[in-house]
């Protein structure tokens, strides 16, 4: 069966404290991964897409890598404004089926 | 630029209403979806549609009704409210199907059933 599960489901850093938050996955015919960020009261707004193992994205303080079997997300030196779920979504499969797990909420205290 | 809208932003039923929540999407993409979000659960799929007037089951269709009239418009109907429903949901629109193409999502439904 398609998978998709993150971890851990929530993590506590002092601003500055650099970390890494964790998708792993297991499906047929990888199309794609997805990385989003939600806010509170607000949808999944997209961060990265990364298509083969070995592929790195970045953005700002974020960097998602990928494997054959899981994504990491890197937070260098977070800040309080980081604060957010992170959403890992996976594209596979001839249909193109999409799964998404179910976030690790990132709290960052100042 | 707008994105993907979702009206009402927050609405409460009692248990047998019928309501409709509508979806609309201003960059011209092909694929749209209805998803529920549950606490501990993720982001679910109701219903999708590949493209004006087509529409596809997804992970959990009970319950629910979807239609494509308008590219840009994807409604998503409950017939008869149970508790069961109250969730929040998410409208998301992508250009395609495919690895390289994320979806947009609007900012969701509270929908809360008595």
């Known amino acids: 069966e398609d998978q998709v599960t993150q971890s851990p489901e929530a993590l506590r850093l002092q601003e500055g404290e650099s970390s890494s938050l964790n998708c792993s996955y297991t499906?047929?015919?990888?199309?794609?991964l997805f990385w989003y960020r939600q806010d509170p009261g607000k949808g999944p707004e997209f961060l990265f897409t990364?298509?083969?193992a070995g592929e790195e994205k970045e953005k700002e303080r974020l960097k998602a890598t990928l494997t054959k079997k899981e994504s990491f997300l890197h937070i260098t030196a977070p800040k309080p404004e980081d604060s957010a779920t992170y959403l890992c979504?996976?594209?596979?499969?001839?249909?193109?089926?999409?799964?998404f797990g179910k976030g690790t909420r990132l709290h960052i205290l100042p | 630029n707008a994105g993907v809208t979702q009206t009402p932003k927050f609405r409460v039923l009692k248990t047998g209403q019928s309501m409709t929540l509508l979806c609309a999407q201003d960059?011209?993409?092909?694929?749209m979806y209805w998803y529920r979000q549950d606490p501990g659960m993720g982001l679910r799929l109701i219903h999708y549609?590949?493209?004006?007037?087509?529409?596809a089951k997804g992970e959990v269709p009970d319950g629910y009704n979807v239609s494509r009239l308008k590219k840009q418009n994807f409604l998503l109907g409950l017939e008869s409210a149970a508790p069961s429903q109250t969730s929040v949901y998410f409208c998301?629109?992508?250009?395609?199907?495919?690895?390289?193409?994320?979806?947009?999502f609007g900012d969701g439904t509270r929908l809360s059933i008595l």
């Open positions: 998301a629109s992508s250009y395609r199907a495919g690895g390289n193409q994320p979806q947009h």
């Open positions: 499906v047929s015919g990888l199309r794609g």
């Open positions: 990364l298509y083969s």
């Open positions: 979504a996976v594209q596979a499969g001839r249909d193109d089926k999409i799964i």
């Open positions: 960059m011209n993409h092909e694929y």
């Open positions: 549609s590949v493209g004006e007037g087509t529409t």
